[in-house]
T-cell receptor, first 116, second 114 residues
Framework: AQKVTQAQTEISVVEKEDVTLDCVYE???????LFWYKQPPSGELVFLIR??????QNEISGRYSWNFQKSTSSFNFTITASQVVDSAVYFC?????????????FGQGTTLQVKP | DVKVTQSSRYLVKRTGEKVFLECVQD?????MFWYRQDPGLGLRLIYF???????EKGDIPEGYSVSREKKERFSLILESASTNQTSMYLC?????????????FGDGTRLSIL
């Protein structure tokens, strides 16, 4: 069975603080894909990043960085110097490599509130 | 940019009504999906379709049906709406290419069943 766990339900930080959102996944597939999405208050989910299971390179994009560790089945997301506009619900998602129906398994989401 | 359009942002219906939620995508994507989002539960897959006239049950299909008569349009149908179907509904699409293709989402429909 595939599963994604985001243990942090809500996080509150003050602007300019760094914050890490945790994501732990379970899968028996040897090839799989991980995603992060952001859902601002307006409602639409915005794709942030994808990572293939065979590529453990960490990635940095501006203030965002992602740490993928297969050994601990984790794909954590760090926002450096957080801003009020980062306030949103963040979802981690997993897709197995078998078949190509594109189904995603989502975590429960982490609500991030960045206070001015 | 991919555009996924859901017909309504907010919808209020009564118990027992037949409800249609429409979704259209403009990127010629093969795969389309319907999710519902509830607090503490994340997104749960209701139905998906990987081709015209094809459909597959997701994790929570009970009380719902879908229709995909054209590639760009995927409709979710609540046959007889009930109050426990009050939720946020999200439509998504993706290409049938490599499995690392992301899903692209619409703005969502907040449905209230009274």
């Amino acid at each position: 069975a595939q599963k994604v766990t985001q243990a942090q339900t809500e996080i509150s930080v003050v602007e300019k603080e760094d914050v890490t959102l945790d994501c732990v996944y379970e899968t028996r597939d040897t090839t799989y894909y991980l995603f992060w999405y952001k859902q601002p208050p307006s409602g639409e989910l915005v794709f942030l990043i994808r990572r293939n299971s065979f590529d453990e390179q960490n990635e940095i994009s501006g203030r965002y960085s992602w740490n993928f560790q297969k050994s601990t089945s984790s794909f954590n997301f760090t926002i450096t110097a957080s801003q009020v506009v980062d306030s949103a619900v963040y979802f981690c998602a997993l897709r197995g490599g078998s078949g190509n129906t594109g189904k995603l398994i989502f975590g429960q989401g982490t609500t991030l509130q960045v206070k001015p | 940019d991919v555009k996924v359009t859901q017909s309504s942002r907010y919808l209020v219906k009564r118990t027992g009504e037949k409800v249609f939620l429409e979704c259209v995508q403009d990127m010629d994507h093969e795969n389309m999906f319907w999710y519902r989002q509830d607090p503490g539960l994340g997104l749960r897959l209701i139905y998906f379709s990987y081709d015209v006239k094809m459909k597959e049950k997701g994790d929570i299909p009970e009380g719902y049906s879908v229709s995909r008569e054209k590639k760009e349009r995927f409709s979710l149908i609540l046959e007889s709406a009930s109050t426990n179907q009050t939720s946020m509904y999200l439509c998504a699409s993706s290409s049938a290419g490599p499995s690392n293709q992301p899903q692209h989402f619409g703005d969502g429909t907040r449905l209230s069943i009274l």
